[in-house]
């Protein structure tokens, strides 16, 4: 193994890309010829890309994604009525920095969950922290959370994330504790943070005791309306076959 001064400091600065690329650079007979600038920017590069990965792959982690999913993957040849130009917009993040939000709807099993994971693991590509949740076990941990003391930790970690994806949101009817919870996340996110929904439910279909009907209001707008900030509708085959 190589042993050299310039390399024991480089691994003392926690440099690692550096030091890795340093080696290899040594072991090549073609990095003979490079000049002292030339060195310097590969060794940069190497660790400017070694700190992009590791920043990732922490991001990831701490977003818990539920589908390994990317927007490169999307198949837009599926028939299910999804606007290309607006998702490959929406994938590009402008929306996020503006602190908007955003409603997938469409019936189940039309890949609302896989397009918001996708949408999220390119969020974290662009350096911006994600946080996942079904909301139906999130209820539940919240739920438990107001007996050993969490709750309001994890209320404000919701609140700190750029980008939360609540999946499977407006399932079953929220008893007066999940409304609580709702209006706290929203009224911390509102303006600061974004948030992705997905529901099976259609924007502005008012089932008596589901999500759309809480009779919440923030901000002069009922907690459907909050959320669309962005709305894409996704049909099944059977609609679009029809449409």
Known sequence: ???????DQLH?????????????LAETD?????????????LL???ASLRRDKRLTARLRAAKLRQQATVEDVDYRAARGLDRAMFQK??????????????????????????ACAIGQKACRDNRSVVYHRWPKLCEELALARGDGRHPRLLKSLGRADLLVLDDFGLE????GARHDLLEILEERYGRRST????????????????????????????????????????????????
């Open 1 to 7: 193994m190589l042993k050299h001064p310039t390399l």
């Open 12 to 24: 003392a600065l926690g440099l690692y890309g550096m030091a890795k690329a340093f080696v290899e």
């Open 30 to 42: 073609e990095a003979k010829g490079l000049d002292r600038n030339d060195w310097l920017a590969l």
């Open 45 to 47: 590069d190497r660790e």
């Open 90 to 115: 929406l994938a590009e993040g402008q929306w996020i920095d503006a602190h908007d939000n955003l409603a997938l709807v469409g019936p189940s099993g039309v890949g609302k969950s896989w397009l």
């Open 173 to 176: 009817p929220l008893d007066a």
């Open 196 to 243: 992705i929904v997905t529901s099976q439910l259609p924007i502005g279909k008012r089932t008596p005791g589901a999500v759309h009907s809480v009779g919440l209001k923030f901000q002069g707008m009922s907690v459907s309306m909050l959320l669309l900030g962005h709305r894409l509708a996704i049909r099944s085959r059977a609609c679009c076959a029809h449409a």
